[in-house]
Every structure is written in C-alpha cells, then in structure tokens.
C-alpha cells in the first residue's frame, strides 16, 4: 500500500477501464480545454500570494534593519516578522483543510482570500503611537493573520485544483496543477523580489517607511483581482461525487488506511521548507552581506543594488518550474522529486566548499548562478511535486484535511528553518568567516538527500489518474470494513435510507 507499485500498476490509461468493472460512480466526462481549464487556475492561481508575500518579508526585513538600524536588527521582531506568517498558514491550513472537506471547497476558498486581503492592508498600515517597538510588534500580529489567509489557499485551492485537473486532458494533468499552483508560487517569490527593487529605485534610496509598506501593499492587489473570479467556481466534480461532509468520517479507518503515508509526505514537505523559504527570505541579507564587508568604513550598499541581484537571483526559481512540469508528466511526480533532491543535493555540496571564492563582490554574479541552479533545482523536484503528491496520494472525501495537516507540517518546517537559520549560521562563527554561510547549504544538502531516500522507498508512483484510481480503492477498503460508501456524496437534506443498495460485491483488496 505503501511502497513503490510493480511497473504493470503504474500506468493505466484511462480509456482501457472498464466503468461497469468498480463500484463507484463511472469516469468524469472531459471538457472543452477551456472551459476545464479555467476553474484549475481560478483555484491553484492564489498561491501567488504566498510566495510574493513570503518572499517580500526578506526585503521588508532588510529595509527595516537600514531604517532602525540595531534597534531592529537586535530585537525579537527581526526574528519573529520574517517566521510568524509560517505559524499562521499552520493554523490557516489545519482550519480550511477541515471546512474544505466537511464544509465547501469553494466558500473555504473564498473566506481565506477575504481574510488575507484585509489583514495584508493592515500589515502594511502597520503603526503604534509613534513607538517602533510597538509598530514592529503590531507587523508581527498582522502577518500571523496573513498567514491564516495564506494557509486556506492550500487545502482549499491546490485540492480543488487537483481534482479539477481530472477534467483535462490525460498525459497533461501533472504539468497543468504545477503551471497553477508551484509556478505561481515562484512567480511571486519572482515579484516579491522584483517589486522592493522598484519602490527603491523610485524612492533614491531613501524613505524607508515608504519603500516597505508600499511593497507590502501591493501584495493585496492580486487577491482582490482573484477574488471576483472565485465568486463564479463550482464545487469540483469528483469532490460533488465522494465527498464525506454530510456523513460521518471514518477517521480510525482513515488513520489505519493513510496514516503512514501521510506522515511520510509530511515529512518531506517539512524538509523542503525547512530549507527553501529560509534561503529564500535570508537571500538579501546573504548579498547584502557580500558587499558590506567589502567597505572599509562599514557603510551599507544601496537597496537598489541588494535588491537587484535578489530579483535575479529569484528568477531561477522560474526555469526550474517550467521546466520540471512536464518532466512529471514523463517521469511521474515521485521521481522527478527524487530527481530535484539528489542533483540540488550535489549543487548545495559544491556550494559550501567554495563559498570562500564565490562570496567575493568581483564574482557576485557567479554566486548568483550557482545560488540560483541550487534554487532551481528545488523547484523542479520537491517545489514542484511534493504538492501533487499530498493531492493525489488520499481520497477526495479526506483530501482537504490530509493536505492541509501535509501543508501544515511543511510550513512548521519552514517555520523552524527561517528561525534557526541565523543560529546554523552562528555556528560557523560571525559573519566575516565563510562557515558563517557555508553551513546552511551542509545542512541543507544533507536534508536533500535523506528526502529523497524517503521518497524511494515508501511514497507510491503517481499516474495521471491517480485521484479516480484513488477513490475506487478507498471505496473497496470502506466496503470491506463494513462502511456503507453510498454515504459519499450523499447531499443535504438526502437520506441514505432512500438510497437504493449497491448489489455488486466489493473487490478484495
């Protein structure tokens, strides 16, 4: 159940299954391109936010340490500001993953796009009586509830993207889900990076105030624009069929049925965050760094030219996306993550033994490349995968939930990793040293490789009708521990005792 399939089991074409032969509902009809398109990128699309909102932070981090200088880069908030949007997608993807199953995908959706408009705005009116300390503290507050609106685009969006994707064209699905989902993710760390460059240029430099609350303000303009679209979604067809919310949850059968797998998706996920979003956020700093010690006199260097190399250094997540979507359609999700985690593995080795000769101003733009090959192989792996793994390794009638607690335990990870961050660098000494810098990527490198060893041995190969494959099984696992499946999909207001009895015996597992 757990581990890898023989090869005769990992590729069924759709159209050799025969409907009348499982004693579930018959195979989702294929619509027009665009008319199924459209609803996967109405619901994946939202996780724009979250990388330009997760990755802006690092700028507004940096803008905050010129502006306050050592009254905020030696308080509590320049540890926590960056981080405790990570503690309230936690609760965010706990919260809207329950209501995405037991409730509705599509108002679950709407609700967390509401919530982190509103609190996004807040975030960047931040202000306390004049005090910095207060201000600082009020910022923390505002991202934590950022945060919770991050977190419901993730059970209730990348869930109904999945399912919606069923919809599309065989051989295409895996690609489509990543183009909607990991992509837009990295095209907000993209934008997130791109947009404080701007604000800086057009500032001179200066009015630091103006630089980060404008960069966090314009996070609130693609969600309001999405929000209008969303207002028009349906509830995906195979979420209609066997969903579980107006029936009692098996959560023991659940458990016993999904519980190792879902601890082992968890894990990875938590791995990878652990170390993408703190490179991700700490990247300015990192730059900013290379230069400042190459002033004698201790003087800073231009936001301006920190911020550019940061946007170049984002745009590799890009190529690493694109490319790796339809490398998962050939090689199927779980290799193709094994695939990311290994070669960013060997980039991340080579990294940390040369960091003393690359972290030099004169060759900061081969840091820059190495950087970001190291970060684009980490999108075209785990960035892009580990989500389509959570959605397609569970049933629909759970889906939300087990994505949503995977989600949440990968943003622990990220949580974890932006703090700690400063401490593995610690231990290399200060920042004059290269260990400073140097054992982040060990680290990280290290973490690579055991993910990608986990992946091996115990997640099962994904085919492009996963999620169908998925419920047939779940269906014949309830049937065979006496659950009466008719439950699933069962609406408001229906009784199962008006349902007629399924007279086909339930395959054996």
Known sequence: ??????????????????????????????????????????????????????????????????????????SQAAKVVPAIAFAGTVVGQLVFGYTADRWSRTNSLLISTIVLIVFTALAAGSYYHGDPVGMFNILAAWRFFVGIGIGGEYPAGSVSCAESTGELKSGSRN?????????????????????????????????????????LGIGVVFPLLLLLLRFKLKEPEEFSRNSMKNARTPYLLVLKYYGFRLFIVSLIWFIYDFSAYAFGIYSGPIISNI????????TKAPLTTVFGWNTVLNLFYVPGTVLGAPISDRLGPRYT??????????????????????????????????????????????????????AKTCATGVRGQYYGIAAAIGKIGAFVGVYVFPYIQAAGGDSSNAAYYQYPFFVSSSLCVLAAALAFFFLPQIGQDTITLEDEKFREYLTANGWDVRQLGLKVGESIDSLPRETEEPQKL
């Open 291 to 298: 230069y400042a010690n190459n002033y004698a006199d201790g």
């Open 337 to 390: 993550l094994i695939l990311g985690f290994l070669t960013q593995s060997v980039v991340g080795f080579i990294m940390a033994g040369t960091y003393a000769k690359l972290s030099q101003p004169s060759v900061i733009g081969a840091f820059v490349v190495v950087y970001g090959i190291f970060l684009s192989l980490g999108e075209l792996g785990p960035g892009n995968n580990i989500g389509l793994l959570a």
């Open 1 to 74: 159940m757990f581990g890898r399939k023989k090869p005769a089991e990992q590729h069924v074409a759709e159209d050799t299954r025969d409907p009348e032969a499982s004693s579930g509902p018959p195979p989702i009809d294929q619509k027009p391109f665009f008319e199924a398109i459209w609803p996967v990128l109405a619901c994946g699309a939202g996780l724009f936010s979250d990388g330009y909102i997760n990755n802006v932070i690092g700028s507004v981090n940096t803008v905050l340490g010129y502006e306050y200088d050592d009254l905020y880069s030696s």
């Open 175 to 215: 690609r489509w889900f990543i183009l909607f989902t990991n992509f837009m993710i990295d095209v907000g760390f993209v934008i997130g990076a791109f947009v404080p460059y701007v604000v800086a240029a057009a500032a001179q430099n200066k009015y630091f105030g103006t630089i980060w609350r404008t960069s």
